[in-house]
């Protein structure tokens, strides 16, 4: 009953008040130490080629697998790295393989919670989507037990590899898990920093890589579309301690047509950001995030948002591609946006580019610290549900301890001023997905 009553209390204490009434603290509040992000993990039915179309697209060379080749007869596992930024793309192998060999069907994995039986359930049921958002913490045992005893739904407990690293992971929302990950050394052949990720991985020859960079950096954010928001809020601050960061209700960012409502929580650093959506109802068209919903038979990963150092590289790149192979991106906002836009943000861009900005279908907005420099591509795959956003944050600027300069967490907010051009956007975009029917069908 403990456990109960924290989180009925812990959902009772968590109610929108929309971003004009919204006050930010920061409590510093975590449960246990979070780095940042580390990876997000995608589950699909070809790795090999899911990885290198997003390869192409976003400028992101393959650096490391774990694959047939490696020992791995259990699933495919291939890694694109770009700065910081690390994207996993895992597909199974046939057990009968690992049972030829007199081998457990898990034995050779290299990422240690891979189950093939729920493989095969979340991509039935969600297509291509993301299966684990995974942070780096100070230690993976202590973030599991934690988390567990303060609420958290575990989903594999601690797992050492090669006495090395340890991975662990908790129920975050639908289908999508909270990977835990650690390294017990500061050697630098296993660290996050090394192509290696983790132990089983072996790095890939670079002629079988593509040698691109088209700018992008890190994970910013990860956003969640959940049926509801105050219950899904509610049980990740209990378990990891995250403090609310900003919010949105839909008189916020909604349109006469369609809205949301959203909350986004952070780390101690706000390094690591978890915006989660829920739809509302009433709205003459149904919200985007119930056809999310729907589509993707449940709450899951609804967007990631990629940090690039030079946006514009990083879009002119992106946009070559397009038609090739790449991401094709939401429609742009009309010429009015634009000419409104030296007013609103001519102190801190030049007219060359906000000239670009056009050109390139570039969304601005700025909050009371920075700037915010976005854009979203149509969904990925089949269905109208995950996608990427691009984004580039300007100002913000700090020094640490040691003097070095880095930027603040969030800098610029989440595109407040531009949500309604997108939901516009995306509302004519679902328009061309409707269900044609003859007539007197």
């Known amino acids: 009953m403990g456990k109960e009553n924290e989180t009925l209390a812990s959902e009772e204490a968590f109610k929108l008040v929309g971003f004009s009434n919204f006050v930010r603290i920061n409590p510093r509040s975590d449960r246990f130490t979070v780095k940042r992000f580390h990876h997000v993990e995608y589950w699909c039915s070809d790795a090999t080629n899911t990885a290198r179309r997003f390869s192409w697209g976003l400028g992101m060379p393959l650096v490391a697998k774990s694959d047939l080749s490696t020992g791995n007869v259990t699933h495919a596992s291939y890694l694109l790295r770009s700065g ?27 990422i240690p919670t891979f189950s093939r039986e729920v493989f095969l359930n979340f991509s039935a049921k969600h297509g291509l989507a993301v299966r684990a958002i995974a942070i780096e913490v100070e230690d993976a045992a202590i973030a599991f037990n934690t988390s567990v005893v303060h609420g958290a739904i575990p989903v594999a407990g601690p797992v050492l590899l090669d006495n090395r690293a340890c991975v662990a992971e908790v129920h975050l929302y639908g289908d999508v898990v909270l990977r835990y990950v650690s390294y017990l050394s500061p050697n630098p052949d296993i660290t996050a920093d090394s192509c290696l990720f983790l132990p089983k991985f072996e790095p890939v020859d670079e002629a079988l890589s ?8 890190r994970l910013d954010h990860a956003v969640g579309n959940v049926p509801e928001l105050a219950p899904a809020i509610s049980y990740v601050k209990q378990f990891i301690g995250f403090h609310e960061f900003a919010e949105f209700t839909a008189e916020d960012v909604g349109t006469m047509d369609s809205g949301l409502n959203s909350a986004v929580l952070a780390n101690n650093e706000e390094t690591v950001l978890l915006p989660m959506n829920e739809p509302v109802f009433g709205t003459k068209r149904k919200s985007q995030i119930q056809t999310y919903l729907e589509h993707n ?10 940090a690039s150092s030079d946006i514009f590289n990083t879009l002119r790149e992106m946009r070559k591609r397009s038609a090739i192979g790449g991401f094709e ?22 007219d ?5 900005c056009e050109e390139l279908g570039i969304l601005v907005d700025r909050d009371d610290q920075g700037t915010l420099l976005q854009i979203f591509t149509k969904p990925l795959g089949d269905r109208p549900t995950i996608f990427i956003e691009i984004i580039q944050r300007v100002g913000c600027m700090l020094k640490d301890e040691t003097g070095r300069e880095y930027q603040k967490g969030g800098c610029g907010g989440f595109g407040k001023g531009n949500f309604s051009e997108l939901f516009k956007s995306i509302e004519e975009y679902e328009k061309t997905l409707e269900v044609k029917r003859t007539p007197g069908a």
């Open 210 to 217: 593509f040698p691109l960079d088209y700018g992008i950096r």
């Open 352 to 356: 060359e580019q906000i000239k670009e």
């Open 297 to 306: 038979e449940g709450a899951g990963v609804q967007h990631l948002a990629l």
């Open 84 to 110: 910081d930024l690390n994207f996993l793309f895992t597909a199974p192998y046939s057990p009968s393989i690992a049972a030829m060999e007199n081998l457990s069907d898990t034995a050779t994995a290299s």
């Open 329 to 350: 991106f939401m429609p742009s906002p009309p010429p009015t946006y634009y000419k409104k836009l030296k007013n609103r943000a001519g102190d801190v861009l030049s």
